[in-house]
């Protein structure tokens, strides 16, 4: 026995020296861990979450080019319900009665006395019977001739106005008056295949030198609920 006690004393003591000291445990393993990424996170959530003074400017400017937008829009609407409203609907036999007097036939009166005013026929364009209703309106050989001529003649009346004159300074537009009683002329008369309202003598009034005066506006038809000139001046056949 006391053999054995001195061998296997020195041996346990080797081993204990050689297996040292046991490293101590951590009180809180996953405290420190889980507590530091919050904090590490929490200035970015905070940044993202208040808006630069860019930003804020960038959104008042979008909220302000889409509340311009809008208005744009609602004026635009308001602008083609107004014109749908002013529209005459067409009419296959023309028989639409035009006002003897409204601001549009005004407004086209008005650029024709500025066209004898101003020796411009192109400013009473306007006021004028347009070709293309014109060449199916009228039953005669070669319509579109015929209107080139009336047009001629219109412009040659425009000039021979102006000339009427020897100066025309200082000359307002008054107003236009309807001539005749309108009457409906038919299909089949005074060579027309459609059938329109027709007036005589409308007055082109003007003041000038602090007097009134009167250009006769000698033949207007109707179409589509407007009045147009096909003759000017009395229309004297070649």
């Known amino acids: 026995m006391t053999t054995s006690h ?64 809008d208005a744009s829009a609602d004026a635009s609407a308001d602008a083609s319900a107004a014109a749908a409203a002013d529209a005459v609907p067409f009419v296959k036999d023309n028989k639409v009665l035009p006002p003897l007097e409204s601001e549009e036939l005004t407004a086209r009166a008005r650029g024709l006395f500025e066209a004898i005013v101003n020796d411009d026929p192109a400013k009473g364009e306007p006021f004028w019977f347009p070709k293309e209703p014109f060449i199916p309106l009228k039953d005669v050989k070669g319509p579109d001739r015929y209107w080139d001529n009336l047009h001629r003649t219109f412009e040659r009346d425009v000039h021979a106005l102006h000339k009427k004159r020897k100066t025309w300074e200082g000359a307002t537009f008054e107003s236009f008056e309807v001539g005749s009683t309108p009457k409906w002329v038919p299909p089949g008369d005074e060579a027309n295949k459609i059938g329109y309202y027709r007036s005589f003598r409308g007055k082109l009034r003007y003041r000038i030198e602090g007097k009134l005066s009167t250009i006769e506006v000698h033949t207007i038809i109707s179409w589509q609920g407007k009045w147009y000139i096909t003759h000017l001046s009395k229309f004297k056949k070649k």
Do not use: E, F, N, R
């Not at 904090?39 to 400017?61: E, L, S």
């Open 6 to 69: 001195h061998i296997l004393g020195p041996a346990l003591l080797l081993l204990a020296a050689c297996a040292g000291p046991s490293a101590p445990s951590d009180p809180h393993p996953s405290t420190t861990t889980s507590a530091a990424a919050p904090v590490a996170a929490a200035p970015k959530a905070t940044a993202a979450a208040a808006p630069t003074a860019d930003a804020k400017a960038d959104a008042a400017a979008d909220a302000a080019t889409a509340t311009g937008a």
